[in-house]
């Protein structure tokens, strides 16, 4: 199962590693079995390859519903994303394949900002897909966060910090508050002190008053 996704990342992983040396740390933090979902932020296209070689797992990730209806979408298939239409407020179906693979043991990745980030804000304000996903499954969710530049000559090194997993519990909306909270305190390790002074950070009670 998943032979394509594992070819490929087999294939690509080095290449990927030779380009941008990133630098991963806590990795240990992603379960050795059994589900959980892997939440981080969103800067990159090549966000998802990053987590994908962080750990000999397959990783099951949230891919734009557009892409797997363009031309190459047999890729994505392939893949094991799963497809979600950014332009709908709900995405019922992205939810239940989420949980559906939850439930069989896997690692579903998930950005709860829902889009790149190319704002002064340190994060977007989060949906609630993750922490809805680690409510109804029990699956733990890994926070993470990714820093730096995808450049062969970074001015800022490419890296991504695995937290602890944050075990379910309590209601939707207090996991997603523990969930960006966690994410923001990541994200000032991963940051460089050039990189965080250029970032305004908004609290997640800030955001719900918006």
């Known amino acids: 199962m998943y032979t394509f996704y594992k070819t490929a990342r087999f294939?690509?992983?080095p290449v990927f590693r030779l380009m941008y040396r990133p630098v991963i740390i806590g990795r240990e933090n992603i379960p050795s079995d059994?589900?959980?979902v892997i939440a981080g932020n969103h800067k990159h296209a090549f966000d998802p390859i990053l987590i994908d070689i962080s750990t000999k797992r397959v990783v099951r990730a949230l891919a734009k519903k557009d892409l797997h209806d363009s031309r190459f979408g047999f890729l994505f298939r392939?893949?094991?994303t799963i497809p979600v239409d950014l332009h709908a407020k709900h995405n019922p179906a992205a939810l239940e394949a989420a949980v559906a693979a939850l439930e069989k043991g896997e690692l579903v990745n998930v950005s709860p900002e829902a889009k790149r980030n190319y704002t002064k804000?340190?994060?977007l304000p989060f949906k609630f897909g993750?922490?809805?996903m680690s409510a109804r499954t029990g699956a733990p969710i890994v926070p993470y966060a990714i820093a730096g530049d995808y450049s062969l000559f970074p001015k800022h090194r490419l890296t991504v910090i695995f937290g602890r997993p944050l075990e379910a519990g309590g209601s939707p909306g207090d996991t997603n508050r523990?969930?960006?909270d966690e994410i923001a305190g990541l994200l000032r390790k991963a940051m460089s002190e050039d990189e965080l002074k250029h970032k305004h950070f908004t609290s997640y009670e800030s955001w719900e008053k918006i």
Do not use: C
Request: charged share 10%; glycine share 16%; aromatic share 6%.
């Open 130 to 132: 993750a922490a809805v």
């Open 34 to 36: 059994g589900p959980a």
């Open 11 to 13: 294939i690509l992983g």
């Open 178 to 180: 523990r969930l960006y």
């Open 121 to 123: 804000e340190l994060l």
């Open 78 to 80: 392939s893949a094991g």
